[in-house]
């Protein structure tokens, strides 16, 4: 579709945004949408003035009003006591948007009402809404019973009715259909990332030592204790430095517990939250990353992982698979055996062997983010 010498305009509701980064994948799948289709998209962004799981206002924003972002996006924080519908509808009185994109099934604010209010003023096939992963099996057995009553009542009710499903793989398609029934519409188009390869070759790697890294939020779903529980059976000298901000105290409660019963041979480490900053420094001297997660639509912590030169030991629940075959990680099933035996694996590689997987993830980082197709396939997403 040519855009005849003006951008497409698309009005982006989102319950957290830069600089707020707990959140996790939303947030850097919406940042690099935005940097990467800016010459054909103009985005415009209504979110929430906090970070996800805190009381405390975001720094260096200004709520309530209209601002711009250091890469000059429109961005509204919206307060607790303002309505995000209700900025948008004075918005649409002097300005016409060509698309509504929404990134949450189950949010309120960000979702929901302004689906209820909004989605009439575009027609069919004209609103957006990126699941975000929600309805993956792993994501929705966590407080199964609500949302199994909310998705009865919205499919009643058509909430989700006439709009595009932004998916990031075929397998959240089907996740898309089996919820919502095979007329839903779908488009395919896998996440974006907003980072650069940093080519930290050549770590010390002795026979028999390896040093883990898991960097995510301490939550059921991204399940730490599981990667805990996997070194009980570990051979050699294995350390796990553990970074994100504890969404769930009591799982984390449960975490550091089997931290504290693991054998002398294995050193546990919980770092608390960090900084994108920081990513270069804490990867530099870690072997590989461990992340059985439930379930990820995308994992931008692989990515980044890899981008590092970092292999990765991961579920078989997100869309990067088959990685062993460029030795640029391995896939397991959701059980202790698998990841022990991975993580073993991973201890055994002498320091010639490791520099191969070293390469690997390097390799495979490169070849995604300089992927020209991808770019042009998010954009069809908006076209």
Not at 74 to 101: G, H, N, W
Not at 112 to 118: E, N
Not at 215 to 233: E, G
Not at 338 to 346: D, G, K, L, T
Request: charged share 20%; net charge positive.
């Amino acid at each position: 579709m040519a855009l005849s010498g003006n951008r497409l305009q698309v009005l982006v509701f989102i319950d957290w945004y830069l600089p707020a980064i707990k959140a996790g994948g939303p947030v850097r799948s919406l940042e690099a949408i935005v940097s990467r289709l800016s010459t054909e998209v103009e985005f415009t962004i209504i979110t929430g003035d906090k970070d996800a799981g805190t009381s405390e206002r975001l720094s260096g924003i200004e709520i309530d009003k209209w601002a711009n972002a250091p890469d000059g996006t429109r961005i509204y924080y919206c307060s607790a006591a303002s309505d995000p519908v209700i900025v948008a509808q004075e918005l649409m009185q002097t300005r016409k948007f060509d698309r509504l994109y929404c990134n949450s099934v189950f949010s309120y604010r960000f979702a929901i009402r302004p689906l209820l209010k909004l989605k009439r003023f575009f027609p069919e096939s004209k609103t957006i809404l990126a699941p975000r992963g929600m309805l993956g099996a792993g994501a929705l057995q966590i407080k199964s019973a609500q949302k199994k009553l909310f998705l009865s009542l919205a499919k009643l009710s058509g909430l989700y009715s006439n709009i595009v499903w932004h998916v990031s793989s075929e397998q959240e398609a089907m996740e898309v259909r089996s919820v919502f029934g095979t007329k839903a519409k779908t488009i395919v188009a896998p996440n974006l990332a907003a980072i650069t390869c940093n080519d930290i070759l050549g770590r010390s790697k002795a026979d028999g030592q390896l040093r883990l890294i898991f960097i995510s939020r301490i939550s059921p779903k991204k399940n730490l204790l599981l990667a805990i529980q996997s070194l009980q059976q570990i051979r050699g000298e294995v350390s796990l430095d553990i970074y994100g901000p504890e969404e769930d105290t009591a799982y984390a409660a449960q975490c550091k517990s089997a931290a504290a019963s693991l054998l002398s041979n294995v050193t546990v480490r919980f770092n608390g939250e960090y900084n994108r900053e920081q990513l270069k420094e804490i990867f530099a001297d870690k072997h590989f990353m461990l992340f059985p997660t439930l379930h990820e639509n995308f994992g931008h912590v692989i990515i980044e992982s890899l981008a590092y030169a970092c292999p990765v030991i991961v579920s078989k629940f997100t869309p990067w698979l088959n990685l062993a075959a460029t030795k640029s990680g391995m896939n397991c099933d959701l059980n202790e055996s698998e990841f022990s035996a991975a993580v073993n694996r991973a201890v055994g590689l002498t320091q010639s062997e490791y520099a191969e997987w070293e390469k690997g993830a390097l390799h495979t980082a490169t070849r995604f983010l300089t992927d020209d197709n991808a770019r042009s396939v998010m954009l069809s997403v908006f076209q």
